[in-house]
């Protein structure tokens, strides 16, 4: 994710209960970006992330958004594993 003005990122979706302080972002050295892996459970993931602590942005990389009943706008990611 890039924000290089931010202080904090982190990633607040399903997979977390929404908290937005439970997966913090590590901003990548001599870069712009912040990033994190995470391990998934296949199905479709609802996400966005959280700068500063209060702003919630979608992800501009995602294919597809979803407005929520909060109004906000998420990400939405499909995780797949395919069989072998």
Do not use: K
Not at 11 to 16: H, Q
Not at 52 to 64: K, L
């Amino acid at each position: 994710f890039d924000a290089p003005a931010a202080r904090s990122v982190a990633v607040a979706g399903d997979f977390n209960r929404w908290d937005a302080d439970a997966t913090l972002l590590t901003r990548e050295r001599g870069s712009r970006g912040w990033s994190v892996t995470l391990a998934l459970r296949d199905g479709e993931h609802r996400y966005a992330f959280v700068v500063d602590g209060t702003r919630w942005v979608p992800d501009p990389r995602a294919e597809r958004t979803a407005r929520g009943e909060n109004g906000r706008i998420y990400s939405l990611l499909n995780v797949s594993r395919a069989a072998n």
